[in-house]
Each structure stands twice: as C-alpha cells, then as structure tokens.
C-alpha cells in the first residue's frame, strides 16, 4: 500500500527529486515515547478530543472505543492533559 | 498583425518568439533593457493574440518562483531580466535547474553594478554559468526570436529538462531594429508540440511530494543525473537545429558557428554581437591581405562545446575575446576554452581580450587589431600577456 | 458572512499529515496543520517552505514524504510565489476549480523572509489560502527571534544577559497588515478551538481566495513548557486575550470568541520557561497592552 521507490543507482533516481507522498508513515515514531497513554474505557465518553488535539493521529477509534497506536504515539502527553474526564493517563514505557 | 512588419527590435524579436512558442504563463518584472519584451506579451494577451496568464510579479526572485510553481504545474512558462534581475534570481536558477522545470528566459545583458551602469555586457549572464542552466548567447533579433522558439524544443526535451537562458545584449540587440522573418504560427505549431510534464504532476489519487531531503547518500547521484542531462543537451542541440532548419529555413549551428574556418591558422572565438562584428573583420582582412584567419562563434555557452573546440587543436593561435570577467582568474569564456585544450596533443596559443564591458563599443577595426597580434602570437610563438584588456584607458598592470 | 463552527465529531477522519513524521512530541503547528488538512481534504496542493513544517517534520530523508497530498517543497522566501505559480498554471489548464492551492508557511517565513512575495501574491489577486503557522520565532534553526516573536519572550537571539535583556520589539501583527491589504478573508485561529478554525478553513475555501489564516501554535521545544501541556497553553493565550480569535470578511469584522472575564496574562506567561525573567514591571506593561488591544476590539 505504501509505495517507496527502490534506488541501486543514479539511473534509477526519479527526475526531480520526485516522490510518493505520505510515505513517512512507515517511520514508527513510537520508539520515541518515554510514557505511553492508557486509556480507562469505563471513564471515556467519546468527545473525541484527544483524537483532535493529537499531534500524530495516533488516537483511534476502533470498534467504537478509544485505542493508540503506540507505534507511531511519542508520549508527548497532551490527550491525558486535556481528556475532561480524567481517562487516560500516561504510564512509564517499559 | 505582426506579420506584416518586416523589422523588429531586439525585445520586439523576443516577444515573438516566446507567443509562437504557444507560452502559457508568462512572468514579469520590469527592469532596463528588458521591459519591452513583457510590454510586448502584456499586449499580445490584452488583444487575445496569445492565450496565457501574465503574472506581474512584485520582484525578479518572486517571477522566477512563479515560473517554477507554474512549470511543475504543467504550464509552459516564459520571463525575462536583466543584469541586476537576473542576478537576483540566483538562488531561484539553481532550482529551477535542480527542480528539472523547462523554463525559458530572455536575459536582456546588462552591466552589473557597482558602478550603475544601463549598457550590455555578458557578466550578469555568465556569473550564472554554474546554475544549470542552458546558455544561448545570439548575435542578431533573428537568432534570437529563433532561438527562443528552439529553446523551448530542446529544454522540454525528455533526456534535457533543463531550464535555458536566451541572452541578447542591452540596447545593442534589444532597441536596435533589424530585419526579422517571423515564421507562421502553424509551422512552429508543428515543430513545438504542447508541453507535456511527467515526473510531477498533481493527482489526488496518487500525491506526489516534489524536493524533498536528500542526504549524502543520494545528493551526488542526483546532480550527476543532472550533468547527464546537460550533456545529453549537446545532443538535442545540434538534432533541433537541423529540424528547425528543415521546418523554418534558418540554421544557426549546433553549439558552435565556424566560419570561414576550413582552412584558417588564426581565429577569434567570441559570443554574441561582437561575432557579427567579427565576422566583418574576418571577411575584410582575408579581402585585403590574404590573411587566413576565421571566426569560431559560440553560440551555446552552457553545455561547454569541449569536443567543438577540440577539433581546432591544430589552429596556430586563438584570441579570445570575453565581454565579462571572472576577477582574479580572467575572462571566462578565455578560461574555458583553455580549459578545453588542456588535454589535447596539440594546442593553439591562447590570448585573452577583454572588451565591451559595460557597453563600450567593440567595432571592426578593432578586432583586426585583436586578430593582427594573435598572428603575430602565432608567429613567435609566445604570448608575453595573458589577458589584454582592450582599449583600456592607462596603463595594464598585470 | 462569517464562518461557521464545525463540531469535532463531523470532522472528516482522512489523515493528510501521516504519522511518522518528525515534528517534536506535542507539536502545536502539528495539531493545527493536521486539523486544517483534515477540512482542506485531499484536493489540496500545498506548496510548504523551509521550517518545521519541512525538515522538521515532513521532508525525508529521500525517499520518505509526510504529506499524502501533493506538495512542492518550495524556498523558504517565495511560498507566496510558487502559490501564485501553481494557481496560475492550474486556471491555464482549466483546472483551478478542482483545487485548493494551499501554502503553510511558518511566521518567519511568513512575516520577514516571505512578506514580499506574500504581499505581491494577495495584491494581485491569486485565489488561494496562506495559512500561517506562528511559533513565535525561527524554531526549525535553533528558536532564533522573528518579527512575530512577542515582546518579553527569550530565544537564542534575544537572550536574556546583563547588556541586552529579552527581545524588545513589539510582535508584528501580520493579520492587520493582510487585512490592510483589503484581500477578502483574513482570520487567525488555536488549535485549542479546533471548531473554530475548521470553519475559518471552510471560509476560506468558499470565498476562495486570496484567504489568509494565522494559527497561533504552541511550541514546548522553543516556549519552554512540557509537551503535555501545548493545547493548555494555546487556550490560555485566548483566555487571557494575548491571542484574540476573530475574522475579518471583505472588511467586515466578527470577534470569534469572545472572553467576558479574561485571565491575567501573568497565568499565560509564567507556564513558558521563556518568559520566566519577566519582572512584574515586563507583566505589567504586558497586561497593559493586552487590556488595551481587547478593548479596541469589543472584549
């Protein structure tokens, strides 16, 4: 699905410096965290504003319920700061 | 309509060529010598003569952006500048080059300040011989409306896609009038077919990012892929001119003009109007004393034509004459075309002139001059003064 | 006609700034790019200069890209430019209906290396929508002072030492100069009000152009403040009137949210570790300035 262009040589360069767009999604960000978000389910009510405030669209909804992707999540914190019902709160990554 | 005129201005000439090449989105800032030409596409657009957006843009490095963003969009573009314009736009040529955008400009030459100075002169146009950018140098409003027609051929090219300068010198070429053939629309028409871009495009369904970060790992292949292109343009050159020969009548040579060379010890290698006036020094002085000696006109500056100048290895001696000068080394078409011989077996003596900056008038006699001390070069076999530079007022030091 | 609100539940789910990208943890531009890419939608050409935006987050290296959109990575003086350019060339091809040509460029690229070509390209008319990142200094190169850095802050250019303390000057307000240039949609915007600025978005895509946006957008690497706390922070500088959300449509003025009983500004500035110098006389001539642009505008 993600389309990167293979390179062995000059030859091979796509003319202009050319490349698929939104390829960086295969960079796996998560390795960055220092904590990770948990979500309490029982708590959340779905306003959906840690999915907006998300620096990295790493808040999803999946089956109707919040999930991170902590593949690509850095920890930064900020949907456990802003959820209005204390929900999610931030655990050390080990 | 323009057809009926016979003569036409340098600027005028321009004008022409770039409406026949169909150009689709035309940038413009004004700056003397250069105005006219916009003037002339501004009112070929007001009158529906030509089917194109005209952006007057707030500044030079602001049009050659345009032209960029217009070019990756699909558009075929056209600007013109001169002097201090164009050297504004330097950190844009080198992108344009990189970004592969098939841009043509007109650079009307003009002297660069400091001191101000209005009148031609090749060092605004030469300083930019790294950028990457294809380099035609014309000699009269034929070649240039010719030229700029060809340009667009030759930059547009697959194996090319390198944008190209057109240069015609202030005042000399671009408010003189001449006699100029313009070719009918429909024959340029099928010589220069639409432009069409390949490698950028914008299609939602599948996004394309453009100029991203390369590191030392890919940086290098890049630009060699770059130089194979400039190389390639020897190529398409010499192909385009044969074919515009064959559509239009007119043939300016590929990369370089020899004339009168077939059996000459001595040469002048020059670029633009003084080539013209060379080739009158060169007729007069084998009418009048026999001498064999001959022009050899660069007409493409970038690609560099090395293999053209190799094949003069066995001239005796060369005088070439820059209208520009690269400071603390010398002029730098002299530089270049040594650079040229370096390798060969055998190699002509080179003498380096200097003449015209900043305008100053390069006639007739004094390229007999040129061409009577470079056969005396030949004759002793020394050259006692690398470069000279031509009427100068005082004593040369160096 | 203002613009209308869009409640966070009706925006579209399509994500054009792919995770992956680089951007520091708890990126404000981030947030605000990501929100407004998710209204713009995938008919979009961005033409994105130097900055955070670029290498910070979305560039490379070769062969990785951040966008799903199509993007020229354009000089980091002449986004206003390449906008103009690629709008050109889409309306030769008959195809300017189909796209928004969108720039998002960083405030140094905006107010000090890009206003030339900013103020060309919206004189002259092109329909397209700048939007304006502000993080309040050169945050890509190392947090370097720009025209839009406020009075007060510290930055690697502006410290704070015994000679010359802080930056000085006054922050350049770039949506009055834009609204001066009488183009049709001028408005600034918080990530912290995503709402509010996916409607400002959604103007600016029905006027068509030329619409300017500017996003005030926390910056925890530059301002000094821990990553978790960037959206607090961004709703502080509305709360306390530092950063007044309003549009200007053809002239006409709308105060967006309008804040009955502002917070003192000291509340905003003592949570940035670049304000931290600030003595009570700074806070008072801040909170002056801050009641007095409030009032001019009806809070």
């Known amino acids: 699905m993600v389309k990167i262009p293979t390179v062995t040589s000059w030859q091979d360069l796509p003319v202009g410096c050319v490349v698929p767009g939104g390829t960086m999604i295969i960079n796996k960000t998560g390795a960055w965290k220092v904590f990770r978000p948990v979500v309490d389910h029982k708590k959340c009510t779905l306003c959906m504003l840690c999915w907006i405030y998300c620096p990295d669209s790493s808040v999803v909804l999946a089956e109707g319920k919040i999930e991170f992707d902590y593949d690509h999540c850095k920890g930064c914190g900020i949907c456990a700061n802003e959820c209005p019902a204390k929900a999610i709160r931030m655990e050390l990554e080990v | 309509m323009e057809t009926e005129k016979l003569t036409f201005t340098g600027n005028e000439s321009a004008a022409l060529g770039a409406k026949l090449a169909r150009v689709e989105v035309v940038a413009t800032y004004p700056i003397t010598p250069q105005s006219t030409i916009v003037e002339n596409l501004s009112r070929f657009i007001a009158n ?99 030229t700029i027609i ?80 400039m190389q390639n343009a020897k190529e398409v050159i010499d192909k385009v001119s044969k074919e515009y020969f064959d559509k239009i009548g007119r043939n300016w040579g590929g990369l370089i003009e020899a004339y009168m060379m077939e059996d000459a010890e001595v040469a002048v290698v020059t670029m633009g109007t003084i080539a013209g006036t060379a080739r009158v020094a060169v007729r007069e002085m084998r009418k009048k004393s026999g001498k064999k000696v001959g022009l050899i006109k660069v007409r493409c500056f970038r690609p560099f034509p090395v293999e053209e100048f190799k094949k003069f290895s066995s001239l005796k001696a060369l005088a070439v004459i820059d209208r520009s000068y690269s400071f603390g080394c010398g002029g730098p078409l002299c530089t270049e075309v040594k650079s040229a011989f370096y390798n ?8 380096g002139v200097v003449a015209g900056l900043g305008g100053r008038d390069v006639n007739v ?34 | 006609m203002p613009s209308k609100p869009i409640s966070i539940k009706d925006f579209p789910k399509d994500e054009f700034m792919v995770k992956g990208h680089t951007a520091c943890p708890g990126c404000g531009m981030a947030i605000a ?6 209204i713009l939608g995938k008919n979009t050409v961005l033409a994105i200069p130097a900055g955070c935006i670029a290498g910070g987050s979305t560039t490379g290296p070769f062969p990785l890209s951040g966008f799903a959109l199509p993007t020229v990575y354009c000089s980091f003086d002449e986004t206003a430019a390449f906008l103009a350019g690629i709008e050109t060339a889409l309306k030769v ?104 600025l996916a409607g400002k978005i959604k103007r600016a895509m029905e006027i068509g152009g030329p619409a300017y946006i500017h996003i005030h957008t926390p910056c925890p690497t530059g301002w000094r403040f821990p990553p978790e706390k960037t959206i607090e922070v961004a709703r502080l500088a509305v709360l306390s009137g530092m950063w007044i959300l309003y549009e200007v449509e053809n002239g006409v003025f709308k105060l967006n949210v309008k804040i009955s009983k502002r917070k003192p500004v000291k509340e905003y500035l003592s949570i940035q570790g670049r304000f931290r110098h600030l003595t009570a006389e700074d806070l008072e001539k801040i909170q002056k300035e801050v009641d007095e642009n409030c009032k001019r505008v009806g809070m």
């Open chain 2, 344 to 351: 060969t077996e055998e190699k002509p003596l080179i003498l």
């Open chain 3, 93 to 196: 091809k008959g195809l300017k209906e189909k796209f928004n040509v969108v720039g998002i460029a960083g405030d140094g690229g905006t107010a000090d290396i890009g206003l030339q070509c900013l103020s060309g390209a919206v004189e002259r008319g092109h329909k397209i929508i700048y939007i304006c990142y502000d993080n309040e200094a050169y945050m890509n190169t190392g947090i370097q002072r720009s025209g839009t850095t406020p009075y007060g802050a510290w930055t690697t250019t502006t410290p704070v030492g015994s000679l010359r303390m802080f930056k000085q000057e006054p922050k350049k307000d770039m949506p009055q100069i834009m609204i001066a240039h009488k183009i049709p949609y001028v408005a600034t915007a918080s990530p912290a009000f995503p709402s509010d």
């Open chain 2, 150 to 229: 060809q340009a667009y051929k030759i930059s547009e090219d697959k194996r090319v896609l390198l944008p190209s300068m057109v240069s015609l010198e202030g005042f000399i070429l671009t408010h003189t009038v001449e006699r100029v053939d313009v070719p009918k629309q429909k024959d340029v028409d099928e010589f220069l077919p639409p432009y069409k871009n390949e490698f950028f495009y914008i299609d939602p369904e599948n996004p394309l990012a453009e100029n991203v970060v390369v590191l030392p790992d890919w940086y290098m292949e890049y630009r060699y892929q770059q130089e194979v292109a």
């Open chain 2, 48 to 146: 529906g003569e030509l089917k194109a957006e005209i952006i007057n843009a707030e500044s030079e490095h602001a049009a050659i952006s345009i032209c960029i963003g217009a070019s990756l969009s699909g558009a075929r573009t056209f600007t013109a500048t001169a002097s201090q314009g164009l050297v504004l736009m330097h950190e844009m040529l080198h992108w344009a080059a990189g970004a592969r955008t098939p841009i043509v400009m007109a650079v009307t030459n003009r002297a660069l300040c400091v001191p101000w100075s209005l009148h031609a002169d090749f060092q605004d146009a030469i300083s930019q011989r790294d950028t990457g950018w294809i380099q035609f140098y014309c000699e009269n409003n034929q070649e240039v409306l010719d």
């Open chain 2, 365 to 398: 006699g004094d390229i007999i001059n040129v061409l009577e001390k470079t056969i005396e070069v030949s004759k002793t076999g020394k050259v006692e003064r690398e470069t000279i530079w031509l009427n100068l007022k005082g004593e040369q030091l160096r």
């Open chain 3, 33 to 38: 790019v990501r929100q407004a890419l998710k």
